[in-house]
């Protein structure tokens, strides 16, 4: 038998530890994702005709509704879910249509930073509908306001609901929409019951865009820094944990045949 040098045998041992090592490494990476949302179905948008779908959305305040198995702190993190209380973290759309989503908004407002995203952008018409009044900027909320009885509106936005373009995408490709999901007045009664937990009464947002040919995935995300409790919302903290966890308040939406 041949005789291996004593540091051959080493290189084996180290190379037999490493690889259990990045075995496991890779495992509990994948656990501790699938812990925290982005390990879920894909969330289709409804057909409603050849070239048309209805995208349905929530935006909760808690992660209780469709992360109801979330430890802590993920559980008190601000989420979107699907309007059959679902994760929300991989959206598909149909190609070459015209898409409405209809967003049940349940969170109180939250300033933004960058009023670049107070403004309706990128969807048909410039507009947004909200409780079935139109609006283009946060701005336009006050007006809306004053000629809706009993209305339950923030001034300032939940959340926003943006859908980008990766790097490089074809300009032909690229979408860019991005709507401010106008917030539940914060003394609101809690008078809705989702899946035993009580909320106060959304507002509905909703809005339309066209999508392209098929095989595209976008990115979409909240920019409204509602990501920390602890610290006010208050940047850089409002930009963390929910903000940059897939399934909460990032996700992708692919343009699919389906
Ligand atoms: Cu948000």
């Known amino acids: 038998m041949k005789q291996h040098s004593s540091g051959f045998v080493i290189g084996i041992i180290v190379s037999i530890v490493l690889g259990f090592g990045i075995v496991a490494g890779i495992w509990l990476g ?12 894909v969330f ?20 209780q509704v469709c992360h109801a198995d979330a430890g802590a702190p993920q559980i008190t993190w601000v ?3 699907t309007g059959t209380n679902g994760l929300a973290t991989h959206l598909e759309v149909p190609p070459n249509s015209l898409i409405t989503v209809v967003l049940k908004q349940y969170d109180s407002g939250t300033a933004l930073i960058n009023d670049y995203f107070a403004q309706v952008r990128g969807t048909i018409g410039g507009v947004a509908m909200l409780d079935g009044k139109p609006f283009s900027n946060v701005s336009d909320v006050g007006a809306i306001s004053k000629n809706t009885k009993g209305h339950t509106f923030a001034s300032d936005p939940g959340h926003t609901f943006t859908i980008q373009s990766a790097p490089n995408t074809p300009q032909s490709e690229a979408i860019f929409v991005s709507v401010p999901l106008i917030g ?6 809690a008078n809705v019951n989702v899946n035993g937990i009580m909320y106060p009464t959304p507002n509905i947002i ?9 095989g595209i ?4 995300h909240c920019y409204d820094p509602c990501g920390d409790t602890q610290y006010a919302r208050k940047p850089p903290f409002g930009f963390s944990g929910p903000m940059w966890t897939l399934g909460y308040m990032a996700g992708t939406v692919s343009v699919t045949n389906y």
């Open 30 to 41: 994948l656990s501790s994702i699938s812990g925290l949302g982005s390990e879920s179905g």
């Open 44 to 63: 289709r948008a409804t057909r409603t005709g050849p070239n048309s779908a209805t995208l349905e959305l929530a935006t909760y305040p808690d992660s």
């Open 79 to 81: 989420t979107y879910c």
């Open 184 to 189: 539940v007045n914060s003394s609101a009664p």
């Open 206 to 214: 909703s809005f339309q865009f066209h999508t392209g040919p098929a």
């Open 217 to 220: 995935t976008y990115l979409w």
